[in-house]
């Protein structure tokens, strides 16, 4: 029996106790909250982060400043400033002058920009220093052509029309003007598909040709859309000319029309005519030791992916 009531005795000591805990607990966080919503005056650094740099400047000290703020806020936007380093930005094309061989950043030309980025419940009292001074240096810009570098296999039947292009097909790269005219070109990562059947679009990431950190590329990938279609074959026979024959010179020859066979999409097939074709003998390139000219197609739509002339010998007469 003494056994129970003893038992009894703990469990009610325990519950005070829990209660106890409870409400000091709950003491302490109103007493927390109390002196987080009350407003206090301090000064914290801030590091100063440099906005809208134009592409070809480099600015040389940037990391190095810092400005002091004294401000008024309440505990919970003081805290925010105590457990992570604050960072204020400087719009470098409006709020910073070039002075001398120096660009300037002064208090009456920043303070509305600095204190623009505060809360209305923070009161920005005061900002040291009141000049900030920056070395910049001036870099070329450069706008160089990407390559795109691809491993397509198609379908039996697909292909694409048109060579297929990177957008932007050119990029802009930034650094010393020495080393920028060693560059030609930006590539990209290898894009590989097998049996593309279909239109599809992605992303490569550009390779920059150089290891060098003093240069730049603004641009990190590019897209590319390969549009796929179902292609087929199709044939013509076209007229051959003769030009450049002199005027005394009559020139008899044959065949006088050659068969062409041309590669193209299915949606374009039906849209291909005779006459975008032009095939052509140029009499200046005969050979007395040859009875024969070759033939050349001069002339046809940007709407067929290949083509082929079957003949590749024109024979020809000479009569005066």
């Keep these: 029996m003494s056994v129970v ?22 003491a302490f966080f109103i007493l927390v909250l109390a ?24 600015v040389l000290n940037d990391s190095t400043n810092t400005l002091k703020l004294t401000m008024t806020a309440d505990g919970f936007e003081w805290m925010r400033y105590y457990l992570k380093t604050p960072s204020v930005g400087i719009d470098f ?3 910073v002058k070039k002075a001398d061989s120096l660009y300037v950043w002064s208090l ?19 900002i ?14 450069k706008m160089v052509p990407v390559k795109p570098n691809f491993n397509i296999s198609y379908s039996p039947g697909y292909n694409v029309l048109n060579t297929i292009v990177t957008v932007p097909d050119s990029v802009k790269i930034i650094g010393p003007e020495s080393l920028l ?19 599809f679009s992605t992303q490569l990431s550009l390779i920059s040709e150089t290891k060098n950190s003093q240069i730049k590329v603004k641009t990190k990938a590019v897209t590319v859309n390969v549009k796929v279609e179902k292609f087929t074959e199709g044939t013509l026979s076209l007229p051959v000319n003769i030009i450049n024959v002199p005027k005394n010179v009559k020139v008899n020859y044959f065949p006088k ?20 074709f032009e095939v052509v003998c140029d009499f200046n390139e005969h050979n007395n030791k040859y009875s024969y000219l070759t033939p050349k197609l001069v002339k046809a739509p940007t709407t067929i992916k290949t083509s082929r002339l079957h003949e590749q010998k024109i024979e020809y007469i000479i009569s005066e």
């Excluded at 005056?41 to 480099?58: H, Q, R």
């Excluded at 920043?110 to 209305?120: T, V």
């Excluded at 040291?128 to 810009?141: E, G, Q, R, S």
């Excluded at 029309?257 to 975008?276: A, F, G, H, K, P």
Aim: charge should be positive; proline fraction near 2%; charged fraction near 25%.
């Design 181 to 199: 005219l060693k560059i030609d070109k930006i590539e990209t990562e290898v894009l590989s598909r097998k049996e593309v059947y279909k239109p």
């Design 35 to 58: 002196r987080l919503s009350a407003s206090y005056t301090n000064t914290v650094d801030f590091k100063v982060v440099l906005k809208n740099i134009p592409d070809e400047m480099i």
């Design 93 to 95: 094309n409006n709020e």
């Design 108 to 126: 009456s030309r920043g303070f509305a920009g600095i204190n623009n980025q505060f809360n209305k419940d923070v009161v920005v009292k005061t």
């Design 5 to 26: 009531i003893s038992k009894l005795k703990n469990v009610v000591k325990s519950r005070r106790l829990n209660v106890f805990l409870i409400f000091f607990l709950l």
């Design 257 to 276: 029309t050659i068969n062409l066979s041309y590669y193209t999409s299915l949606e374009n097939y039906n849209t291909i005519d005779v006459n975008d």
């Design 128 to 141: 040291n220093p009141d000049t900030l001074f920056f070395k910049v240096d001036i870099n070329a810009v």
